[in-house]
T-cell receptor, first 115, second 110 residues
Framework: EAGVAQSPRYKIIEKRQSVAFWCNPI?????LYWYQQILGQGPKLLIQ????????DSQLPKDRFSAERLKGVDSTLKIQPAKLEDSAVYLC?????????????FGAGSRLTVL | QKEVEQNSGPLSVPEGAIASLNCTYS??????FFWYRQYSGKSPELIMS????GDKEDGRFTAQLNKASQYVSLLIRDSQPSDSATYLC??????????FGSGTRLQVQP
């Protein structure tokens, strides 16, 4: 099966600019996650979707970050305006979302550098 | 207190030795436990999952879980230089999303 697709792989922007990341999960996976991984740290959950509904966005900085998952498939994560501390890798993951063990598969990630 | 704690390392072991990686978690309601491996510049990949107390073996990897002590470990037997990576412990506290530790960097010396 095809993996989780993400784009762009790399993005460099100036602070206060905006950026958007795109994710296409594994076919049939109902649950989609966006994680932020700052260098030297573990991934931190930003938002979790079940189909096209938000399950958990408690750690999403809503004053600057937004995410949507239209039609329960692809998702977009947007940052506007970006701050220096947003420099990180943004990882998209998906899982079947059914009962039982919840195994996440990650995409290659989108590396953001804010100057 | 962090939800999932790991020693950041680096943990250095000689080739062929056993590497022991440890993780503690704070939420007693946690149900599922995972070990991910992350090579530098790459995304995390799942190597082991464990759901009940005891040991689970898969090739050179053994995961151990002790829910009473809130402790998970990963043993890597016959360590190889290709095992050099950061190992992330992840816990499902029942919210379905995984909470990750900060990772332990493992270095296997040839």
């Amino acid at each position: 099966e095809a993996g989780v697709a993400q784009s762009p792989r790399y993005k460099i922007i100036e602070k206060r600019q905006s950026v958007a990341f795109w994710c296409n999960p594994i076919s049939g996976h109902a649950t989609l996650y966006w994680y932020q991984q700052i260098l030297g740290q573990g991934p931190k959950l930003l938002i979790q979707f079940q189909n096209n509904g938000v399950v958990d966005d408690s750690q999403l900085p809503k004053d600057r970050f937004s995410a949507e998952r239209l039609k329960g498939v692809d998702s977009t994560l947007k940052i506007q305006p970006a701050k220096l501390e947003d420099s990180a890798v943004y990882l998209c993951a998906s899982s079947r979302g059914s009962s039982g063990a919840n195994v996440l598969t990650f995409g290659a990630g989108s590396r953001l550098t804010v100057l | 207190q962090k939800e999932v704690e790991q020693n950041s390392g680096p943990l250095s072991v000689p080739e062929g030795a056993i590497a022991s990686l440890n993780c503690t978690y704070s939420d007693r309601g946690s149900q599922s436990f995972f070990w991910y491996r992350q090579y530098s510049g790459k995304s995390p990949e799942l190597i082991m999952s464990i759901y009940s107390n005891g040991d689970k073996e898969d090739g050179r990897f053994t995961a151990q879980l002790n829910k009473a002590s809130q402790y998970v470990s990963l043993l890597i037997r016959d360590s190889q230089p290709s095992d050099s990576a950061t190992y992330l412990c992840a816990v499902d506290t029942g919210r379905r999303a995984l909470t990750f530790g900060s990772g332990t960097r493992l270095q296997v010396q040839p």
